[in-house]
């Protein structure tokens, strides 16, 4: 039908911790919502994926980005621009880039990472 029924599911390393809504039958999704995580110091990686949903069969993997604690080492006071997808199956082809920015916010002694999908496509 040339459109999706996109929601993410964010995930910690490797545990899924969030599900967004599903987005009916578009390609440029908008989603509105706010979660608040509490990272362990210790986390390697924050990993958005985005998903079709399907109810006939198995949901499908659009694609993926992923936030490193390498990359937030990189850009200690944050990040903005976009980012392609990657692929999770390596037989799929991926199109599509989320405009992330990513935030550190406060001191050593009480840091605060703030991620906003600010658009998608």
């Not at 599911?9 to 039958?25: C, H, L, P, Q, S």
């Not at 980005?65 to 392609?84: F, N, Q």
Request: net charge negative.
């Amino acid at each position: 039908t040339g459109s999706s029924d996109p929601y993410c599911i964010v995930k910690i390393d490797n545990e899924a911790i969030i599900r967004t809504a599903t987005v009916w039958k578009t390609l440029s999704p908008f989603w509105g919502e706010e979660y608040e995580v509490h990272l362990q110091p210790t986390f390697h990686s924050i990993s958005i994926y985005v998903m079709d949903e399907d109810a006939l069969s198995r949901d499908d993997v659009i694609g993926k980005v992923c936030i490193t604690r390498d990359m937030l080492a990189e850009h200690p006071k944050g990040y903005s621009g976009w980012m392609s997808l990657s692929e999770v199956d390596p037989d799929e082809e991926v199109q599509g880039e989320i405009h992330l920015r990513v935030e550190v916010l406060g001191s050593h002694g009480g840091r605060q990472l703030r991620c906003t999908v600010l658009e998608a496509r």
